[in-house]
């Protein structure tokens, strides 16, 4: 069986790149994108497993910047989602979680300050229980 195929995007490079060496050594393969458009395209593809989404991936300074739940909602509905944030608030899970029209846009909503741990059990519990196949 192939290795589960995790999406994960987040404007800041660094970061994006430490969360995809950790994946990749625990055996998934990891596609990476730097900004809400190379998201959507990797979504839109159909070849992922999961999507580990960053709220605000066009302006960390704009509290209102919401790229990331957004494109959560609108791109790939069979895709399982987790959102996180180094911003985390009760607007943002609700937003994140919270059913407006449809399903919620992820399942899952981490603040990233809670660490690659609670990640990693996070990804490893979803994709367990998901029946979303390629």
């Not at 159909?46 to 300074?61: E, K, M, Q, S, Y």
């Not at 490893?124 to 390629?134: A, D, F, G, H, V």
Request: charged residues 20%; aromatic residues 4%.
């Amino acid at each position: 069986m192939s290795p589960h195929r995790i999406l994960v995007a987040d404007n800041d490079s660094e970061f994006l790149a430490v969360i995809a060496r950790c994946l990749e050594a625990l055996g998934y393969e990891v596609l990476t994108a730097i900004t809400a458009v190379e998201a959507r395209a990797v979504l839109d593809a159909g070849n992922v497993h999961l999507a580990i989404l960053d709220t605000r991936l066009d302006d960390d300074t704009d509290s209102d910047d919401m790229t990331g739940i957004t494109l959560a909602r609108q791109s790939a509905p069979t895709v399982p989602k987790i959102v996180w944030s180094a911003f985390p608030s009760f607007d943002l899970v609700r937003a994140a979680l919270g059913r407006t029209t449809g399903p919620p846009a992820a399942i899952a909503f981490l603040p990233k300050t809670d660490g690659l741990e609670v990640l990693v059990e996070s990804v490893r519990q979803i994709l367990q229980s998901s029946p979303n196949k390629l």
